[in-house]
């Protein structure tokens, strides 16, 4: 499967922003989906995960309350719904899937998308 973010940008403090992962190339509702993010020389961290139905969801305690990750199987996308957003919260994001795994381990994933680039302002 192939997997396309985007709907990254500058955003000041407070902001929000909503990132989208489409998904081509396979079957979108037989995969588990996450969202990472890194920054330069940095290990990828993990920020929510969502199960192949959406009936399931997980997120980092950084990020729990502020950021909503959801689905649309129909339309092969996930989202990330980012609000109350801080400098802190500047990284390149990806978004990632895996037929079989739905946490927050990134090596446990087997595709990824490109990335998008979340910066903050203060």
């Known amino acids: 499967v192939q997997l396309q973010a985007s709907g990254g940008g500058l955003v000041q403090a407070g902001g929000s922003l909503k990132l989208s992962c489409a998904a081509s190339?396979?079957?979108?509702?037989?995969?588990?989906m996450g969202w990472f993010r890194q920054a330069p020389g940095k290990d990828r961290e993990f920020v929510a995960s969502?199960?192949?139905?959406?009936?399931?969801?997980w997120y980092a305690d950084s990020v729990k309350g502020r950021f909503t990750i959801s689905r649309d199987n129909d339309k092969n996308t996930v989202y990330l719904q980012m609000n109350a957003l801080k400098p802190e919260d500047t990284f390149v994001y990806y978004c990632?899937?895996?037929?079989?795994?739905?946490?927050?381990?990134?090596?446990?994933?087997?595709?990824w998308g490109q990335g998008t680039q979340v910066t903050v302002s203060s």
């Open positions: 190339g396979g079957t979108f509702s037989d995969y588990n």
């Open positions: 969502i199960s192949w139905s959406g009936a399931s969801t």
């Open positions: 990632a899937a895996d037929k079989y795994y739905s946490g927050s381990t990134s090596s446990r994933y087997a595709y």
